[in-house]
Each structure stands twice: as C-alpha cells, then as structure tokens.
C-alpha cells in the first residue's frame, strides 16, 4: 500500500498531508487520555501496536503472482479507535519511509490516510455496527479487521487514480487499473489477517477480560462469557 | 475439543489454505516474479503518467537502503520489536493471571 517518493504530484502530496495532520492530532490527545485515566491500557497497546509493526513487515505472496503485505491495523482500531490507530502506523510508515524507501516524507501523508486512517475508520465503523448485535464477537473482529486491511489498499488505489487519471476512462478508469493491482491481490490476505488477529483478541480476552471491559470493547456479558470458556 | 479451540483451528485451516493456495497458483503461472505491489503500482502510474519510472525523482531526499539484504534485515528488525513487545506484554499478563489464582 506504500505510495513510492516522488510518485505522487507536490500538490497531491501536500493535500494528503493536510488530511493527515488533523487525525494525527486527535490521535495523540485521545492517546494521552486513555493512557492518564488508566495505565493498564497501555499493555493492551503495545500488544496491538505490535501487531501492526510485526504483520506489516510480512509481504506475502499472493493469486496474483504478485507480494502485499497486511496492515495489522483492526484489531487495534476495534479496542483503541480509528485516531490511536493513525499515531502508530503513522510511526511505523515513518520508520519505513527512513530506512526502508518503503514509501517517503513527502507521501507519507497520502500513506497514512490510507493505512492509519480510511483503513482502520472502515474497521471500526464495522466493529461499532456489530458490537451491540447477538453476531459473534470473534467474527466481528474477523470481519473488521479483514475491512481496515481492504480498505487500505482500495484508499492506495484511489489516491494514484486522483493522480493519474487515465488518458481513455479517466479516474474511473485508472481506479479500476489501480484496484487491479492493489485490491485483488489483498483479498486472500485480508482473510487470513482477519482470522490470525481474532485469535490474537481471543488469547487477550482470556488473559485480560477487565481491560477490554473497561474500555467498553464490547458488552461486559459477551467478554466474561468469552473469558470463561476456557 | 472444538468448542475450545474452534478459532485456532479456523486459523491454522485459513493459513494452510493460504499456503495450498500459493503453491497450487505459483506451479501454474511459472513466470509470476512475485514483485511487491508497491512496485506494481508504481510502474503503472508511470504508464499512466506516459514517463518512465527511472524520471521519478523524489520530491525529499531519500536514503535508500544499498542491497536488498541490508533492506530484509532493516524489515526483519521491525518485525522483531513488534514480536517483542508483544511477547512481553502477554508474558507479563500471564504472570499477573497466575499470581492471582
């Protein structure tokens, strides 16, 4: 999903950052009082913030003979939100684009919109229409964080398609080039992603149900049901 | 046995289908190179653009790694701290469950 240096026009650059900069903001204020009012949360973020910097290291090859990488990025916007989730992709695209040439300054805003924000936001929105439903609490982290992993990459192909529309088609037509490469490869490992961050939930809620519940994760009934399975 | 274990075995079943999958499409299409999206991408914005990918130049200077090894280790390096911080995290939590007990 990185957007290479150079690859996106000064102007598109700056407009993405100046989307960008905002979610940044709210990120680190929301970051500050969900740490000041309870300091066991901040083991629940690191297990979540690790999670985006181990699975988005992994490119994985895929049915389109081509390798992506997954996000890592719905569980953490299921128990954070979509803005603390912006802060720590926002480090981990920063580490990226310094030592790696996995991206870049100049399109690092255009590349934490689509994995920081547009990403997790669309997991989250899934998770919140979800959470208070008889649907499977497992399933719903499948299915959000499958959706922020997606999403990601859909956001990639309609930021390159802004900047390139096609000659025939336009940026209809340069969009569906775009998901061709992006989004299609991505489906297999959206799945997989989503199964592998649900067991990671799975083993947090049997460890510690009370951080979950505090933070209104999901209703305290479905937690401890969960929690007492084992 | 599977009320217990019904997500790792979903999860362990997804992974090996992964893997099957990969194999089985790999063997048929012997040419796929298996290049990084990102790279896909770039090529065709440069197709779209009607320039070549090489008159790409970074609008901030940029360092780039000098091989592609010194580039897996810098990845691998990441995963680490990620595998790190959350093996220590569920470690710390499995001590505090078991001094509770």
Redesign the interface.
């Known amino acids: ?7 996106l026009p ?1 102007q598109w ?1 700056v407009f993405w950052w100046v989307l960008a900069l905002p979610c940044l903001a709210f990120g680190v204020l929301q970051l500050k009082r969900i740490l000041g009012q309870d300091r066991e949360a901040l ?2 973020l ?2 979540t ?6 699975l ?8 389109t ?4 990488h997954p996000t890592g990025t719905g569980i953490s916007s299921v128990c954070f939100g979509p803005w603390v989730t912006s802060v720590i992709c926002a480090i ?1 695209l920063l ?8 991206g ?3 399109v690092l805003g255009a590349n934490i919109i689509s994995m920081g924000v547009v990403g997790p936001l669309a997991g989250w929105a899934i998770y919140r229409a979800l959470r208070d439903t008889g649907v499977n609490m ?1 399933f719903v982290v499948i299915f959000a964080c499958a959706i922020a992993d997606l999403c990601t ?1 859909i956001v ?1 192909s309609l930021e ?1 398609a802004l ?5 025939v088609g336009g940026f209809a037509g ?1 969009f569906v ?2 998901m061709g ?2 989004a299609i ?2 489906v ?1 490992l959206a ?2 992603e989503g ?2 961050l ?2 990671v939930f ?2 947090i809620v049997h ?2 149900p009370e951080i979950l519940i505090r933070l209104k994760v999901f209703p305290e009934e479905k937690i401890r049901a969960a929690a007492g ?2 | 046995m599977w009320a217990k274990y019904r997500l790792e075995i979903i999860a362990v079943a997804a992974i090996v289908c992964f893997c099957g999958v990969f194999l089985y499409t790999s063997s048929l299409n012997a040419d796929a190179e298996y290049a990084g999206s990102d790279t896909l991408g770039s090529s065709r914005a440069a197709e779209l653009a009607g320039i070549s990918e090489e008159d790409f130049q970074p609008l901030v200077p940029q360092w780039e790694p000098p091989s592609g090894e010194i580039e897996s280790g810098l990845f691998a390096l990441q995963a680490a701290v990620g595998g790190i911080i959350v093996g220590w995290v569920f470690g710390f939590w499995r001590g505090q469950k078991n001094r509770s007990t």
Do not use: N
């Open positions: 999903m990185h957007i290479m240096e150079g690859f000064l650059a083991p629940l690191g297990v913030g690790g999670f985006i910097f181990i988005s290291s992994l490119k994985l090859p895929s049915v003979g081509s390798c992506s981990v580490f990226q684009s310094l030592f790696l040439a996995h870049g300054l100049s497992y990459y990639t390159l900047a390139y529309p096609a000659e340069s080039l775009f490469i992006f490869t991505q297999p799945i997989v199964v592998v649900a067991l799975k083993y460890l510690r399975d084992a």
